[in-house]
């Protein structure tokens, strides 16, 4: 690991409003953006003023604001771009090429010096107008590698801060995305890179930690893991990964992440799933006997961190698979103490409930059980 803090980039408001069909209001954004300077988020990619003057002002609006996490622009290498970016008072800009041969080719038209020297233009004027730059490879998961050396050697020797290597399409495994990024930082270690990971292969969280782990030091993310087709790396999966999988601390304000996702999800019309990783309503929920014995007995026999830790808090739910301990608990909850031989009694009937239902029961249809004629000896 390199010994240097993580930045989340966080494109939500970028990246994750290009998802199809999903469009923020300028309100939206606003408590968006004030909500990731909140939780310690060190930049904020904030759109794209290329696309006109309702972006822009937009962007402007965010500015004003004047927020801890530095905002960015998204800009092609294209100076008319970079002067829109300054036009609505960024400081910093991520200018994008194609780098791949595929898209130099077939999506340009162009050759492999025609992008070096698009790059010296947009990157000098950046520089000249003293600009944070951050040179973004698209495809850059397609691209030769010692090409990808070339263009970070030119952002190197002009001022460029740091590279964006970006697995555009999402097809990139976490051992390739490794082996990649640290060839990279060795050969160039003076650039900083960031990794933006998409999720076509349901990789996106795992490649953006192993590019934090073979050394880059910033990782683009959305919230939820809007974005592009199947999305991007999710900040709440990045963040709580980094953390407990690999013991690597962002800075970043856990505890409002669910409150986050509900509001980004309501914004984007984009609901989450119950069993959305880390944020999920029902990720810390628990059915099974033996797995919600376990975790009364200790919640760390079968949850691998608390759920306040994003704001979440954890259910015993009965239903088809539960056992007496998990019964016992739920009803405990309800302000009614069951003894064993009781539990065992209710489970039979609440097993046949939630069969016939084909889900699990409410506070109301527990109630009703306990209360129903000849389910217990003081109910007959």
Known sequence: MNELSIIIDDTTLRDGEQTAGVVFSKREKIAIARMLDSIGVGEIECGIPAMGAEE?????????????????????????EIEASI??????????????????????????????????VALGFSKEHNLYVSVGGEDAS????????????????LGGDRFRFCDTLGIMDPFTMYEKIRFLRTAVPEVEIEVHTHNDLG?????????VRAGARYVNTTI???????????LEEVVMGLKHACGVETGIDTYRFREMSLFVAKASNRPLSVSKPVVGERVFAHESGLHADGVIKDPHNYEGFDPAEVGLERQIVVGKHSG???????????????GRPEAELLLVRARNLSQRRKRDL???ELTEIYFEPGSLPWAA
């Open 87 to 120: 036009a609505c008072g960024v400081q910093a800009v991520d200018i994008s090429l194609s780098v791949s041969d595929q898209m130099i080719a077939h999506k340009l038209r162009k050759d492999r010096e025609a992008v070096k020297e698009q790059l010296r």
């Open 224 to 234: 939820n893991g809007l974005g592009e087709r199947a999305g991007n790396a999710a």
């Open 56 to 80: 822009s002002a937009g962007i402007r609006a965010l500015v004003e604001l004047g927020l801890n996490a530095r905002l960015i622009t998204w800009n092609r290498a294209l100076v008319p």
């Open 203 to 211: 990789m996106a969280t795992a490649n953006a930690i192993a590019g």
């Open 324 to 338: 007496t301990s998990g019964l016992i608990e739920r009803y405990r909850g309800m302000g009614i103490v069951l």
């Open 362 to 364: 409410s506070d109301r």
């Open 142 to 157: 397609r691209a030769d590698l010692n090409f990808l050396v070339e263009l970070m050697e030119i952002t190197r020797s």
